[in-house]
């Protein structure tokens, strides 16, 4: 794609409508958009976990069936800590305080990936353009996967929805090992170009890489030796990689989500962009306090799209709003009960796109 889609613009917007009555509610409520005590006690609760468990797996090594539950288990807490502190952080939604945002945001660099990339992928353009194949880049897993009807299809995708669980596994060591310095040295996200680099973010990408490497790669294989470390470590980046990407997918890549391309003439996408986000993401397992809890909100990813500078501890409540809106102006609000019906649909849209060529 050469060009950036634009979106449809409406003199009646839904858009502007749901942003008002999310205003009015906070407003009339006179409570902050952004994180509060319950965020602030979970981001604690994550990160003293993950350092307990970190130091007892690598200084404390316990025997190996333990030790393999408790590198999966960092894997979760990893997972979570990405999920609820840095995500948050990223978006600016963490807490009034910049700073506070970008330290909650720059633990995505002791995590293995790059705050910088993560903010141009992320929220720059997977928000602004969900789902369009070619531009949003969380739709690329070629060739191995084809997540839209767009892209070509190999014979090895009839089988898609049966080996997915490995390569969702990779995720976190590819993000660690490979796509990050893809986006760096290409100075690419797909087609779109990075915004320029400043001497900082070039110091901070590799100063995040190192010491990332330094956490998990050499300290471990000095306390407890390569073999045991490499054993640990594929439970710990296999867990860590499955749990993100079945959290991403379910959200956009399920069986009711649509997947809209721009006008090859005008570039133009045929909704608004609210309306758009409701078409092309999903929510699942709303209900469910412990899923909510650990994923920080994003089974409520409808309202993280329209809403992404304000905190998940929120979306419980604005989601009823977003629901009422949808309903008085005919939009479609995709939402599945519970998380193994989101798994299905999404194994079952796996399925469709690996038969049709």
Not at 223 to 244: E, P
């Amino acid at each position: 794609m050469n060009t950036t889609p634009k979106f449809a613009t409406q003199k009646q917007s839904f858009h502007a409508e749901l942003k008002k009555r999310i205003n009015d509610y906070f407003t009339e409520r006179g409570i902050s958009t952004t994180g509060n005590y319950k965020l602030y006690t979970k981001a604690i609760v994550l990160l003293i976990a993950f350092s307990i468990t970190y130091v007892h797996l690598v200084f404390f090594t316990p025997t190996s069936a333990w030790a393999l539950l408790e590198a999966a288990g960092l894997g979760g807490l990893m997972a979570g800590i990405g999920f609820n502190i840095m995500h948050d952080g990223a978006h600016g939604s963490f807490s009034k305080s910049p700073v506070i945002n970008r330290c909650a945001a720059i633990t995505l660099g002791i995590l293995g990936g790059s705050p910088f990339m993560w903010n141009m992928k992320h929220n720059i353009v997977h928000h602004a353009f969900t789902n369009i194949d070619g531009v949003d880049d969380d739709l690329d897993a070629k060739p191995f996967l084809r997540m839209a009807s767009t892209q070509k299809h190999y014979k090895m995708h009839r089988f898609q929805h049966v080996y997915f669980w490995f390569f969702y596994c990779l995720l976190h060591f590819h993000w660690s090992f490979v796509s990050d310095y893809k986006k760096y040295f290409r100075q690419k996200i797909g087609d779109i170009p990075l915004k320029k680099m400043s001497m900082g973010d070039h110091i901070s990408f590799w100063a995040f890489k190192i010491i990332y490497y330094a956490l998990f790669i050499v300290i471990p294989i000095i306390t407890i030796g390569f073999t045991n470390y490499l054993i640990g470590f594929v439970c710990f980046t296999a867990a860590t990689g499955f749990i993100l990407s079945i959290v991403f997918q379910l959200a956009h890549t399920v069986e009711h989500t649509h997947f809209p391309m721009p006008d090859e003439v005008t570039g133009k996408i045929e909704d608004e962009w609210a309306i758009h986000q409701l078409k092309t993401t999903a929510n699942f397992a709303t209900n469910n306090k412990l899923i909510s809890w650990f994923v920080g909100g994003l089974n409520f990813q409808i309202e993280h799209h329209l809403f992404p500078k304000i905190s998940h501890v929120h979306y419980p409540q604005i989601s009823k709003i977003i629901k009422n809106a949808c309903k008085e102006y005919g939009v479609e609000y995709v939402e599945y009960k519970r998380m193994s019906q989101a798994v299905i649909s999404h194994i079952a849209y796996l399925k469709q796109m690996g038969r049709v060529a």
